[in-house]
Structure formats: C-alpha cells, structure tokens
C-alpha cells in the first residue's frame, strides 16, 4: 500500500509543478526569492532548515513535506547550489526533526503514554538534542554548500519585473499548501487513496475494494465500494 501511494503522490505532485512551471509561477516565485535573498543566503539556509525541522519534530510532519521539497531544490539551484543541497535543507532536514522528536505526537506523545509518563515531560532535554542536530545539520550544509557553490549565479542578472497577477497566484498557492501543512497532510493523503483505488481498482489495490457479491454480510460494500478503515480482528458469533 505504502509504495502505491508514494506512487500516486510523485504523479500528483509532478503534474502540480509541471502546471506551476507551464504557467511562468515557479520562476517568477524563484526570481522575487532569489533578488529579495541572495545576499543573505547563508542565512535563508539555516532558516529554511529550522522551518523544516521544527515541522518534524513540533508536530511530526514527514511525508506531508513532500510538495515543497522541488520548491526547495529549484530555490536551493537558483542561489548557486546543488540540488543535494535542497534535498538536505528540506528532506534531511525534516527527518532529523522528526527523529529529535521534542513534542513529536507520533513517536513522544504515543511512547510516553503507553508508559504511563506525563505527556511530552522531558522536553528540555530534547530541546537540547534538538539545538545540537540542529547546528550539526546546519554546520554540515554550509560546508556541503560551499563546496559544490556555483559563483557564476548573480541576482544582478535577474531581470525581474513585479506582476499582481503573479503574486495573487502566489499567495493563494501559498495558502493552499500552508493549509494543507498544518492539517496535517489529511487532504492530500485522502485524495490519493481515492486516486490509487480508482487507478488499482479492487485486484490488489493500495486500498481496499471488495467485490461482494453473495457475501451478504459484506453488502454495504458491495460494487467494489472503499474500505477506509479496517478492523485488525474479526470475532465472528
């Protein structure tokens, strides 16, 4: 199931940024970013790798950071680096989050729970870990970045020229995404189940379909209906 909608995830995201690029969004984002930021790139980087580490580790974001690791990368290329460097400030970045966990729900939160401790106690010492994965992260980036830099980008040579239609485009972009962020990815991960179903159908499906006819115990199913959430038992009377 997992690498069927990873599946279906790479071509949602691939036909978003190939309609984003076809319509001049992506460079126009990239140009304003790369005239407002190249002078203080470095520290754009560490911004960047806070913000995506904070998302792993505040609110145990992963996969839902998906959408904005091309944006990272094509920033990452536009300010004279490579793209392992995007893929680090965002990807790598996220997963070290995610590992320092200071109020990860999904491993902290649950772990504490089942063992009986108060919610999310400890968390200074996390932080700490957190503050030194950080650095560390950063550190490596930096040194990583100027190794493989590319001097010939220059925002001089931009030729950039404001347009309200783009940044209206923009902001709504924008929005759409952050919401989706802080929603936790519920959206997008339900829209891809719906898309690997109907793209599968019911012979070994990312999720379940059931062709149910004379199972009458199945009925509600029945027409290879979608099984969103499945018990792991049965007990039968």
Not at 22 to 50: E, N, T
Not at 193 to 207: K, P, R
Request: glycine fraction near 12%; include cysteine.
């Amino acid at each position: 199931r997992g690498g069927k909608l990873f599946r279906h995830l790479i071509i949602v995201i691939g036909g978003i940024f190939n309609s984003l690029d076809k319509c001049g969004l992506i460079k126009y984002m990239l140009d304003r970013l790369v005239l407002h930021f190249s002078a203080v790139r470095w520290r754009l980087m560490a911004l960047i790798v806070l913000f995506f580490m904070a998302l792993g580790s505040m609110i145990g974001s992963f996969e839902e950071c998906v959408p904005l690791v091309p944006i990272v990368v094509a920033l990452a290329v536009s300010l004279g680096w490579d793209p392992m460097t995007g893929i680090g400030m965002s990807m790598l970045a996220v997963g070290c989050g995610f590992a320092s966990g200071v109020c990860n729900p999904f491993t902290v939160g649950v772990a504490q729970q089942l063992a009986g401790l108060p919610m999310f106690s400890g968390i200074w010492f996390r932080l700490i870990g957190f503050v030194l994965i950080y650095s560390i992260l950063t550190f490596f980036l930096y040194r990583y970045a100027k190794k493989h830099e590319n001097p010939a980008v220059n925002a001089g040579n931009i030729a950039f020229i404001p347009n309200r239609s783009m940044d209206r485009a923009l902001v709504c972009f924008a929005s759409i995404l952050g919401a989706g962020i802080l929603l936790d990815g519920r959206i997008i991960q339900h829209l891809l189940i719906f898309l690997a179903e109907g793209h599968d159908g019911s012979n070994d499906a990312g999720v379940t379909g059931v062709n149910t006819h004379r199972i009458d115990v199945f009925h509600a199913a029945d027409g290879d209906g979608m099984v969103i959430g499945v018990t792991h038992n049965f007990k039968l009377d």
